[in-house]
């Protein structure tokens, strides 16, 4: 394993190959029940059913009377009122009506009811201004949600509508996929922590710290391995330790053709290497491995390499590990409203904001795109796809882009 070949062995592979590689080998972790009311981002194992017609019995739509539709525009004797969470029991003979209010249910004996404001009240006597239909201002039995109706479907991810749905059908467990424990070991006897002393030459350890945060933000649990000195015995312990710890381990730096690039020959020999290689930049040496049922990912050692590589490569796996039904991010096609100049050997995922202004959606992109400059994903919310060539696209050009923040304008 000393003797290091200076051309890879690995076969240079497409965007798409290395894709479609990963998600071969993910399938969702398994399920397990928790408390649905505080389920934010948690993704459902199973299809959901309401219990329960809602309303469950007619109900007033608005502030007004409840009445006899059948009355016409007959004066009505206003015998009570109903609130919704009243007690009191009204049945309505001809000629009555009720004060009723939002939600209220309908008394006996009333099939409409009338916003307030379409009224006169005098001298206990009630006065309309139309007449009505039998269901008028009323919200019927099952009009919002109906007794066996599918309400949310396994896959989905679930926000706040989805939990205040849960809540309103008084579902407080549910099944829901496990989160991914994902691992994360820096490599590199170069690579200092953040708060240490920084000797000459040294890097501080950003990317560790910024893909746990983007492990987090993708739904999963990050484990920390710390940093593993670019000797064989340490990292082989360390990704050892992680793949017992995690479902899934992420390495950052040696993977490329250096002497102390020892990623991918431990790769290959605790496990099966998929692929070594990518033909996209920034992150041509990422890695992608299987040891026995669990993932592990080699990101590049360049912070924006290894930002860009997880967004276009890990995210998805972890998302789709979790059972998410649509792992991968939005695709759309964005209008230049500057110049950019491809890379002339590889597609490049360059880093650009996105607005929406006059219909369109406009991408600048957010500087130097130098694999060492995280400042170029600062304030970035998409990922341009540009493709390999010499041209230069014009402004006005339309390529396509991974949306991978909100959308501004």
Avoid: W
Wanted: charged fraction near 20%.
């Amino acid at each position: 394993m000393t003797d290091m070949l200076r051309e890879s062995p690995y076969p240079m592979v497409s965007i798409a190959e290395a894709t479609a590689a990963i998600m071969a080998h993910v399938q969702p972790l398994g399920s397990e029940e928790i408390d649905a009311l505080t389920a934010l981002g948690r993704v459902l194992a199973s299809n959901i059913t309401s219990p329960e017609d809602i309303p469950d019995v007619p109900k007033s739509a608005m502030d007004g009377y409840a009445l006899r539709a059948a009355d016409g525009l007959s004066p009505r004797r206003v015998v009570g009122e109903l609130t919704a969470g009243g007690t009191a029991a009204v049945t309505l003979a001809p000629g009555e009506a009720t004060r009723i209010m939002t939600g209220a249910p309908l008394p006996d004996g009333a099939d409409a009811m009338i916003p307030v404001e379409l009224t006169e009240e005098r001298d206990g006597m009630l006065y309309i201004q139309r007449e009505l239909k039998p269901g008028d201002y009323v919200h019927a039995v099952g009009q919002d949600v109906r007794r066996g109706q599918m309400v949310l479907a396994a896959g989905t991810t679930l926000g706040a509508a989805e939990i205040g749905l849960l809540a309103t059908l008084g579902i407080t467990r549910i099944s829901a996929y496990r989160q991914p424990r994902v691992a994360v070991l820096a490599t590199g006897d170069e690579v200092v922590e953040p708060g240490s002393e920084r000797p000459g030459g040294a890097v501080r350890d950003s990317n560790r710290y910024a893909l746990m945060a983007a492990i987090r933000e993708a739904g999963c649990i990050p484990i920390s391995l710390g940093i593993a000195r670019d000797d064989l015995d340490v990292q082989r312990q360390a990704i050892l330790q992680g793949l017992d710890q995690a479902d899934v381990l992420i390495t950052s730096g040696g993977v490329s053709m250096g002497t102390r690039d020892l990623i991918k020959p431990l790769l290959a020999e605790l496990g099966t290497v998929h692929f070594g290689r990518i033909a996209f930049k920034p992150g041509k040496p990422t890695t992608f491995a299987t040891i026995g049922d669990k993932l592990v990912f080699g990101l590049p050692g360049y912070p924006v390499s290894s930002l860009v590589s997880f967004e276009v490569f890990v995210r998805p796996a972890l998302r789709a590990l979790q059972g998410d039904a649509t792992p991968f991010r939005p695709q759309i096609d964005v209008t230049l409203d500057e110049p950019v100049r491809p890379s002339p050997d590889r597609p490049e995922y360059q880093r650009i904001i996105v607005r929406y202004r006059e219909g369109r959606l406009l991408a600048v992109t957010t500087g130097s795109q130098s694999s060492s400059r995280l400042l170029s994903l600062r304030g970035a919310n998409g990922l341009l796809l540009v493709p390999a060539g010499e041209t230069v696209y014009p402004a006005g050009s339309t390529l396509p882009a991974l949306l991978t923040g909100q959308l501004l304008s």
